[in-house]
């Protein structure tokens, strides 16, 4: 931006109203690029949206702008950047993995690009499918990922290939399969290689696809028990002092990371494995869940150094949390689903519940908060909205054609971008 600035003083532009008008798109460009949806979870990668005119009502015949058949199968959560949206499918066999690009205002299908051929994939389970990970966009390129199958980058504009990996490789466990998304960290997107054989997180150079740096978890994982040592979260970039972190859940162990050079800066031990929900901050804690089986949410002061599981352990919530639904943090509160469809809010300094409340269905999708609403989408298509307060305040109830429901929607502007088991819809006032 001071670029630009200066640029514009050098010419001598004599009309400042010219100087204005400049100044004004570039503003406006800068701004945009804020609120596209380039992650899973949104651009703070926290369910938060400054989005103030989401919807409270809508049905397969109310407020659905287009609807558009998605072939195949995958849970990927789509990606939103300029006026394309971006997601991944793959055939229920995974044998073919596919990239979809729509056109955000009309629903029609870009590109629709077959990326790589799997000669032996291993079984999963029907909960999963071979497209579950979310990509990641910029201006120029999309990166997505299908964990041990392949990564590839894409040109945006074209739809071309930039740059493929085949080498990230791990041992899911048959019935698994992938689930770890990437995340971009300036010029790195970076990812959980976490299976039964191998563990470690890892930088690719977003331009070349090039290892920028790549860190072996710590712990000794050959002592544990080989189901243990996998899990399919992925890294939440939190504060550190003037700096930042990247906090990464993993298989018995939780770690955090100088974003830069990958060194490893703290961790704490825990007992679980298959950890799939991403951490959020705030307070000067990160708020994470260390299990599937028997989930339990931890809180963990960011100022860490070495082991800290003695020390730096604020909090632990044990009954009820979640085993899939990421956690979401408005204010003090801290509001969380489990698969059973429980919804909890805890004060965020201390654990206190603050109420419980059983909803309608079970739960996959991570929760949406924007301004005084929080969305919750169970794996039926219906969404419960209540407000962000020290009770249970339902203000609406919404409910698609019932089929699977299992990803996490993505907001462009004042609409939802919806996935299901076979379409994509747009939803937003007509």
Not at 76 to 100: C, E, H, N
Not at 369 to 377: K, S, T, V
Request: proline share 5%; with cysteine; glycine share 8%.
């Amino acid at each position: 931006m001071k670029k630009e600035i200066k640029f514009l003083k050098k010419t001598h532009i004599k009309d400042k109203s010219i100087v204005c008008f400049a100044f004004f798109f570039l503003v406006i460009g800068l701004a945009s690029a804020e609120h596209n949806w380039w992650q899973f979870r949104g651009p703070s990668g926290d369910g938060h949206t400054t989005s103030t005119n989401l919807l409270l009502k809508w049905s397969e015949a109310e407020n659905v702008t287009w609807k558009t058949p998605i072939h195949d199968r995958g849970w990927s959560s789509p990606v939103i950047w300029g006026r394309q949206i971006w997601l991944t499918t793959a055939t229920a066999d995974g044998r073919k993995l596919f990239a979809v690009c729509l056109d955000k205002v009309t629903g029609k299908i870009v590109y629709d690009l077959h990326l790589f051929d799997v000669a032996k994939p291993i079984r999963i389970t029907k909960d999963n499918t071979y497209a579950t990970p979310t990509p990641v966009i910029d201006e120029r390129r999309v990166i997505l990922h299908f964990g041990t199958y392949g990564t590839a980058c894409l040109d945006t504009e074209t739809g071309d290939v930039l740059w493929k990996r085949r080498d990230l490789n791990c041992d899911h466990e048959a019935g698994a399969g992938p689930a770890s998304s990437p995340t971009l960290v300036g010029d790195k997107a970076v990812v959980h290689v976490d299976g039964r054989d191998v563990q470690y997180i890892i930088a690719l150079d977003k331009t070349t696809g090039k290892t920028a740096w790549k860190t072996l978890r710590s712990l000794e994982y050959s002592k544990f028990p080989v189901h243990h040592r996998k899990a399919y979260c992925m890294p939440a970039l939190v504060p550190r002092g003037q700096g930042q972190q990247l906090v990464s859940p993993a298989g018995r162990g939780l770690y955090a990371y100088d974003p830069k050079t990958g060194k490893e800066l703290w961790y704490v031990r825990h007992r679980g494995w298959s950890v799939a929900p991403r951490p959020v901050s705030g307070h000067g804690l990160v708020f994470a869940t260390v299990d599937r089986d028997r989930p339990e949410l931890w809180a963990i002061r960011l100022n860490g150094k070495g082991d800290v599981t003695d020390t730096h352990i604020e909090w632990k919530s044990f009954r009820s949390m979640p085993q899939r639904c990421s956690p979401l943090l408005v204010g003090d509160l801290l509001f969380v689903v489990n698969r059973g469809g429980i919804a909890s809010c805890l004060e965020a300094k201390t654990g206190e519940v603050v109420w419980k409340e059983r909803l309608k269905g079970v739960y996959s999708a991570s929760p949406i908060y924007a301004e005084g609403r929080i969305y919750l989408f169970n794996e039926e298509g219906l969404t419960t909205v209540i407000r962000p307060t020290r009770k249970l305040q339902v203000m609406a109830s919404n409910a698609l054609a019932r089929q699977p429901f299992m990803a996490t929607p993505a907001v462009d502007g004042d609409a939802f971008i919806m996935r299901t088991g076979g379409h994509l819809y747009r939803i937003e006032a007509q």
